[in-house]
C-alpha cells in the first residue's frame, strides 16, 4: 500500500513570495490533516478535512494560508505571503475515519524563508 | 487546552543501556496515546498506540504504558541500538485533536 505523497521536498523562497506545497493522502483515507513543524517543537495542526469539507481551521492563519482538497482526495496548502517565521516542515497525515482513527504521515515539505 | 510535555529533550546513551522516555499530560480526558518516531528531514513513522482504556502495548523491544489519571506516559525501548538514534514524539488525542509534544532527540553511541 502507497504511502502518504507530498511534493516539493524542499523549497527555499523569499519573503513576500508565495508558495503551494501538494499532498495525496493513502487511498481511501477520508480525513486529511496539515502540520507545520517548527524546528524542536512538535508538529502544530493547521487544518483539518474531512473529504472536501474543513472540520477544524481554528489554527491556520488565515490571512496568509489557504488550503483546499476540492475533490476529497488530494489537497494543496498555500502560502502568500510567506514570512520568515513560516520556516517549517509541513506534513500532510491521513486517516482512514476523522477523529480518532491512527493518522499516517508523509515525509513532509521543508520549507525555508530568506 | 491540552499541553503535552516530554522529558528530557534530549538523552545520549551507550549502546545496549535501556532507555526510558517520558510524557505528561494535562487534560486526562483522552481517548488515545500515540509514540512516534521521526528520523532526520523525514515524517513520523507510528510505534505504538495505546487505546485510553489499555494500560500498556508492546512491540518487539519496544513498550509503552499509560497511566491516564496521572496523565504520563512512558516509552521503554531495551537493548538500545545505533539505529534507535531519532526523535521520539509523543502525541494524544482529545475530541478529534492530535497534540504533540516537542520530543526527545535519542542518541546511541555504538
Known amino acids: 500500500e502507497a504511502g502518504v505523497a507530498q511534493s516539493p521536498r524542499y523549497k527555499i523562497i523569499e519573503k513576500r513570495q508565495s508558495v503551494a506545497f501538494w499532498c495525496n493522502p493513502i487511498?481511501?483515507?477520508?480525513?486529511l490533516y496539515w502540520y507545520q513543524q517548527i524546528l524542536g517543537q512538535g508538529p502544530k495542526l493547521l487544518i483539518q478535512f474531512q473529504n472536501n469539507g474543513v472540520v477544524d481551521d481554528s489554527q491556520l492563519p488565515k490571512d496568509r494560508f489557504s488550503a483546499e482538497r476540492l475533490k476529497g482526495v488530494d489537497s494543496t496548502l498555500k502560502i502568500q505571503p510567506a514570512k520568515l517565521e513560516d520556516s517549517a516542515v509541513y506534513l500532510c497525515?491521513?486517516?482512514?475515519?476523522?477523529?480518532?482513527?491512527?493518522?499516517?504521515f508523509g515525509p513532509g515539505t521543508r520549507l525555508t524563508v530568506t | 487546552k491540552q499541553e503535552v510535555t516530554q522529558i528530557p529533550a534530549a538523552l545520549s546513551v551507550p549502546e545496549g543501556e535501556n532507555l526510558v522516555l517520558n510524557c505528561s499530560f494535562t487534560d486526562s480526558a483522552i481517548y488515545n496515546l500515540q509514540w512516534f518516531r521521526q528520523d532526520p528531514g523525514k515524517g513520523l513513522t507510528s510505534l505504538l498506540l495505546i487505546q485510553s482504556s489499555q494500560r500498556e502495548q508492546t512491540s518487539g523491544r519496544l513498550n509503552a504504558s499509560l497511566d491516564k489519571s496521572s496523565g504520563r506516559s512512558t516509552l521503554y525501548i531495551a537493548a538500545s541500538q545505533p539505529g534507535d538514534s531519532a526523535t521520539y514524539l509523543c502525541?494524544?488525542?482529545?475530541?478529534?485533536?492530535?497534540?504533540f509534544g516537542a520530543g526527545t532527540t535519542v542518541t546511541v553511541r555504538a
Open positions: 502525541a494524544v488525542r482529545t475530541d478529534y485533536k492530535l497534540s
Open positions: 487511498s481511501g483515507h477520508a480525513t
Open positions: 497525515a491521513s486517516s482512514l475515519v476523522g477523529g480518532q482513527g491512527e493518522q499516517y
